[in-house]
């Protein structure tokens, strides 16, 4: 049996007083600016299945780091015009996770509380997602 010194809501909670959070509806005030830039980090059936924010990027949690550092081959030049970045995926946990990375990177990026989740409870614009 595998067993942690750690829960994961304690690793959450960790990660989401270290980094900036944002409630959907600071982001849906964000969102259409220049320089903001939205990311998605969901897996893409999570995408297919519940649709997603309109204006927003889809980039898969394990690549993340490898997309938006400037150094790795796999690096997406989106990110040369981006002056504000926005993580968001279900629920929150894996944005607060994914936003504690970026900024162990030295990148600042800040994270939507409630997630994909609570943007649609709220009533909030959302698109299907089209598989390429």
């Not at 049996?1 to 304690?10: G, L, Q, R």
């Not at 898969?60 to 993580?87: K, N, Q």
Request: charged share 30%; with cysteine.
């Amino acid at each position: 049996m595998i067993t942690a010194n750690v829960s994961f809501k304690e690793m959450v909670e960790r990660a989401d007083a270290a980094v900036v959070t944002l409630s959907p509806e600071e982001v849906a005030e964000r969102l259409g600016r220049p320089g903001v830039l939205l990311v998605d980090i969901r897996d893409i059936r999570e995408l297919e299945r519940e649709g997603r924010i309109p204006g927003s990027r889809h980039i898969p949690r394990g690549m993340l780091e490898f997309w938006i550092h400037p150094e790795s081959p796999y690096y997406r030049d989106y990110f040369d015009e981006c002056e504000e970045l926005i993580v968001h995926c279900n629920r929150g946990w894996r944005s607060a996770l994914a936003a504690c990375a970026l900024k162990d990177l030295g990148i600042a990026a800040a994270h939507m509380s409630g997630g994909y989740a609570e943007w649609q409870e709220k009533g909030l614009p959302t698109e299907s997602h089209e598989r390429k």
